[in-house]
């Protein structure tokens, strides 16, 4: 998929999860091909213009040909992922131009917006504000011109005062001319990085530093850099006010801490658990059995990096990653177990990217230094002492209040890491087996 059809950028974090964030630009590990391409973008540009607090407003311009007629599905619509606490959302222009050259816009009577469902019991709706925006284009045929562009203001900084872009370009697909501007206050102290494409910083309005690139790719690529996922290979363009990976896993603590209170009701949860259990790692694996058979998984409300409140989590039965690992840190410090999160990227990058935007990691573990141990407890089929494939030899960002900085999840070992899954007579009931250091 090309980037314009994926809401178009990383500009923010959204842990979690297995489904990464905020749809990259270029497809996690995409593969190039020698088809012919059913889509072309002769134009597309990008605009990001940043606030000193972090908040920022992006606008996005693109005009698309529909090649054939496997490209007209594609075509028809559009989405635009937004949390109205977050953003605000104006649609600028929608319209096709068929190929005799009519112009027909696409009625605002069409937009439809879908909204996150229900949550279980007193929790209430899982992501009240969380919704998507679908634009619909009419009487798209092969050889149609769709036009699009929008503009979406982040009223609320991910993390206050700090902003950070990760903005990969594919060459899987046909871009005539690609356009990216971003324009940040003098003030702000940020650092850029940009891979394969042309251009730098620009002239600026004063009080402000501009930068311009620009992209183009003719031939759909069919290389093996063109598998790779963003953060190893292909065109990109990074900036962040982070200085560090270590100031990164700061600031993620320093936004989630206040969600992870020990609560009466995770103490009592804590004391419960660990009756007979007189270890750290008895104790651990005590939570971890819990959190990981009685909290069900489900994906992230976009743009979040925030957990919910750990008795929000109990009441509801279910959670993100975020919540998973806020849950077990609170039930860790109930039984003062020290303990630190641990950012991931989950995917078939193996490294991070060269500069420490927010977007290098979308899922959280937690790690317990005493045990030199990692845990996963949103991953139910994984045994206690274990990672899931997509989660091990990964470089990891420690964010803790005693133990920041960068470390390595340990890599599978063949013949003692392994899993069996047994299926009872009701499908859904599962029994999980495996040694993993149990």
């Not at 660990?274 to 008895?282: D, I, N, Q, S």
């Amino acid at each position: 998929m090309g980037f314009s059809r994926e809401i178009c950028y990383v500009v923010a974090l959204t842990l979690c999860c297995s489904s990464a964030l905020a749809p990259a630009i270029a497809a996690e590990g995409a593969q190039g091909t020698s088809a012919p391409p059913s889509i072309k973008y002769e134009r597309y540009s990008a605009t990001y213009d940043v606030n000193v607090d972090g908040t920022y407003a992006e606008r996005y311009e693109w005009a698309m040909r529909v090649l054939d007629e496997q490209g007209v599905t594609s075509a028809k619509s559009t989405s635009i992922a937004y949390a109205e606490r977050l953003h605000d959302i104006q649609i600028i222009e929608a319209y096709s131009v068929s190929p005799d050259g009519r112009r027909i816009d696409a009625s605002p009577n069409n937009y439809r917006v879908l909204q996150a469902g229900p949550g279980k019991g007193r929790a209430g709706a899982w992501c009240p504000d969380h919704k998507a925006m679908t634009v619909l284009f009419p009487d798209v045929v092969s050889g149609s011109l769709v036009v699009f562009s929008y503009r979406r203001v982040q009223k609320q900084a991910l993390f206050p005062d700090q902003f950070s872009l990760a903005l990969p370009l594919s060459r899987s697909e046909v871009y005539d001319d690609v356009q990216i501007r971003l324009s940040v206050p003098e003030s702000m102290a940020l650092h850029v990085f940009s891979r394969d494409v042309d251009g730098g910083q620009v002239k600026a309005p004063q009080g402000r530093r501009e930068w311009l690139w620009s992209f183009r790719n003719a031939k759909r690529a069919d290389s093996e850099d063109s598998h790779l996922p963003w953060p190893d290979a292909g065109p990109l363009v990074l900036a962040t006010t982070f200085d560090d990976y270590q100031m990164l896993g700061a600031a993620y603590e320093v936004r989630s801490r206040p969600k992870v209170a020990v609560t009466e009701r995770v103490q009592a949860l804590a004391d419960e658990l660990t009756e007979g259990a007189h270890t750290p790692r008895a104790q651990v694996k005590a939570f971890y059995d819990w959190v990981s058979k009685n909290i069900r998984f489900v994906g992230s409300c976009w743009g979040s990096v925030v957990p919910r409140d750990v008795d929000r989590i109990l009441t509801s039965g279910m959670g993100d990653c975020k919540d998973h690992a806020a849950l077990m840190q609170a039930l860790m410090d109930a039984k003062r177990i020290p303990n630190a999160l641990a950012l991931i990227r989950i995917g078939p990058s193996v490294t991070l990217p060269a500069l420490p935007v927010a977007a290098a990691v979308n899922h959280v573990l937690n790690y317990i230094p005493s045990l030199d141990l990692f845990v996963d407890s949103s991953a139910a089929n994984v045994p206690f002492g274990a990672l899931p494939p997509s989660a091990s030899n990964k470089p990891v960002v420690l964010a803790g209040p005693l133990l920041y900085g960068l470390r390595e999840t340990p890599s599978i070992d063949g013949p003692q890491d392994w899993v069996r899954t047994t299926y009872k007579e009701d499908p859904t009931r599962r029994e999980t087996i495996g040694n993993a250091g149990l």
